[in-house]
């Protein structure tokens, strides 16, 4: 099998596990190892990406996840978040879950995949859909 036919049995196969999930998770590295990538200009090309690949699964609920806070000092990973949110154009309020968990509702889970921080968040809002 040549390598495009590869690739393209490979998409059609993630296509076809995409298309089942009911969320997606964007999770994005705001302290990434190689300055010169802009993590704003990432995530929207991904997006971007989604929504000409496939317009059904760019329109499912989809959870922003910040990754690698912990490699920054506070004021910093504060600093790149707010920059981050701005760039990209997030504009949602915290959800109120009082009284009912929508899981359509736009999500920002801030976390530290190496040291677990707000990862059960994050873990038990997911598992929760």
Known sequence: MKAQQKAQAS???SS???????????VVDLAPFD???NPAEEALAIIN?????DEELYGKPRWLVLNKLDMLDEEEAQTRTAAFLEAIGWDYPKP?????FDMETPRL???SALTHQGTQ?????????
């Open 49 to 53: 990406e989604l929504r000409k690949y």
């Open 35 to 37: 300055e010169t990538v």
């Open 11 to 13: 998409a059609t196969a």
């Open 16 to 26: 076809n596990t995409l298309s089942r999930t009911g969320l997606l998770l964007h």
């Open 96 to 100: 109120d879950d009082r009284f009912q």
């Open 109 to 111: 889970f801030q976390i």
């Open 121 to 129: 968040e994050w873990y038990t809002k997911s598992t929760n859909t």
